[in-house]
């Protein structure tokens, strides 16, 4: 695989991982150096692993993922962006400890929702008897880098118009989900 195809891939992966991080740097106040660091490395962490899962995995399993993958990671952007409209929705609840999305479970949910895509990169390199190692190094660092822009933009898109863009970013999770099915039924 040449630099440039592998360019593309990279940053290609990288776009849910980046709308996510968008999203989330709009809905977490005030951000953090952790809330930063957690997010982008589990990001870039699962974007990395899932070219390298698929490509362990190759063809034996690539008819049984291809089936529902789209619906895996609908199902989690939409439960993740659900609970966002609902936060933005409703202020006047005290967000719980939990509404954390750079921690627990909600991230990695998040983690493999933006990651899922990858992982059919990886069974494409396993059927192109293709070497998985340095790809999955620059997927994961461009998915990482990413991150790092989607959060810091969100941020101050968020100090600028507050919670109503924090409607907008469950609503691009619910839409990337919506577009991840429409892609494979359609594509």
Do not use: C
Not at 84 to 107: C, N, Q, Y
């Amino acid at each position: 695989m040449d630099g440039l195809n592998l360019a593309a891939i990279a940053v290609a992966l990288a776009m849910d991982a980046f709308a996510v991080a968008l999203g989330v740097g709009v809905s977490v106040a005030p951000l953090t150096r952790r809330h930063v660091f957690r997010l982008s490395f589990h990001f870039g962490l699962f974007q990395a692993l899932m070219p390298i899962i698929g490509w362990l995995a190759g063809r034996s399993i690539h008819q049984y993922i291809v089936d529902y993958d789209h619906w895996i990671a609908f199902t989690l952007l939409a439960m993740i962006g659900g609970h966002m409209i609902h936060a933005a929705l409703h202020p006047d609840h005290e967000k719980p400890v939990s509404g954390d999305p750079t921690r627990g479970f909600t991230l990695v949910l998040l983690s493999v929702a933006t990651s899922i895509d990858a992982l059919a990169v990886g069974l494409s390199l396993a059927m192109l008897e293709t070497s998985v190692w340095f790809p999955a190094l620059i997927i994961g660092l461009v998915a990482g880098a990413f991150t790092l822009v989607g959060l810091f933009l969100g941020r101050r898109i968020n100090d600028a118009w507050g919670a109503r863009v924090e409607l907008l970013g469950g609503g691009i999770l619910i839409l990337i989900g919506v577009r991840i099915v429409v892609d494979h039924l359609f594509g």
